[in-house]
């Protein structure tokens, strides 16, 4: 199943798709982002088709574990997506996040039109002249291509197994500091 996003020109909801390490922990913070209609955990980047959960673990296949964001522009801009995107998660080590380890935990950002790229590569170019992390970042900047929804049991996964092992000790922290450091983002049910 191939979704495509809205064109830049066509009103509604927009679409960005970003990799930074586990499905889970994207989904559980940007589910809590005001102006977020849906999040949804899945595969990018390989050329297997129809890519599974174990065959992308297995590093094989060239994906990414994704997010896909659907968002309205007039209530959060693509810009914060970012901004959180680099706030929770690490940059800095290639095909890496923490103790998951493979060319599926990449941090990379899928781009969807012209707007998003410059948006994408201007913001990393600010954080690189800041200084905003010790080491250069080494987020991918690439085109979006077909996107492949994960397997049903990873939807809401952090939601529903908050007590599981990995939720409680690299979800939950991630989801802690999207709440600290964007508190004004947050839905208000959220």
């Known amino acids: 199943m191939n979704l495509d996003p809205n064109p830049a020109d066509v009103a509604g909801p927009r679409v960005a798709t970003l990799a930074g390490g586990c499905f889970w922990c994207l989904e559980a913070v940007y589910d809590e982002m005001a102006g977020v ?12 088709e129809r890519p599974g959960y174990e065959a992308v673990c297995g590093g094989d296949t060239g994906h990414a574990e994704v997010v896909r964001i659907e968002y309205d522009p007039t209530v959060t801009s693509y810009r914060d997506l970012l901004e959180v995107f680099f706030a929770i998660h690490d940059p800095t080590t290639p095909n890496r996040q923490g103790n998951d380890v493979g060319s599926q935990y990449r941090s990379a950002i899928f781009w969807h039109d012209a ?3 410059a948006e994408a590569e201007g913001y990393i170019a600010e954080l690189s002249q800041s200084g905003a992390f010790s080491a250069p970042i080494v987020t991918e900047v690439v085109p979006a291509t077909t996107f492949w929804p994960a397997e049903d049991y990873h939807s809401d996964y ?3 197994h908050p007590q599981q092992p990995y ?6 922290p991630k989801v802690a500091k999207f709440r600290a450091r964007f508190a004004e983002r947050r839905k208000a049910n959220g």
């Open 167 to 172: 939720c409680m000790f690299v979800v939950s």
């Open 37 to 48: 209609a849906s999040v949804t955990s899945g595969y990018m980047g390989g050329a297997l």
């Open 115 to 117: 707007e998003q790229k």
């Open 158 to 160: 952090f939601a529903r």
